[in-house]
Structure formats: C-alpha cells, structure tokens
C-alpha cells in the first residue's frame, strides 16, 4: 500500500458520518500508530477526505 493507490471502502463502522461501503478513493497519505495500526488519509471520489483506521475499518487495493 502506498500513496496514490486507488482503494475501494469494505468497512467503516465507528464514524458519525462513514463514507458509504463500496466507495473508492485514492490515498493521499499513510501514518503508522503502532506495530499494528495505520491511519489512511484518503481523498474520496465522492470530494471528500475522510481518513481509514486499519483496524477497525477495512479497504482493499483496486486496480489503476
């Protein structure tokens, strides 16, 4: 995973306002927590930037 890969939302469970399962966007950034935990800064197709927690939420890599 890296910047400027397009990815595809498959979960997203503890925002007030989650963007939609099924969307797709493209990472514009990736912070590492911890040994297990990433923030993903996304920018939505939708025009909003909404960040990934991984864990909890989950996203997979599309293709270009």
Known sequence: ??????IRLLKMDNDPDPIP????????????LSH?????????????SLSVLLPPDKIEIIGD
């Open 1 to 6: 995973m890296k910047i400027g890969d397009r």
């Open 21 to 32: 399962v099924g969307s797709e966007g493209t990472i514009t950034g990736i912070t590492k």
């Open 36 to 48: 297990n935990e990433m923030q993903i800064q996304v920018k939505w197709d939708s025009g909003r």
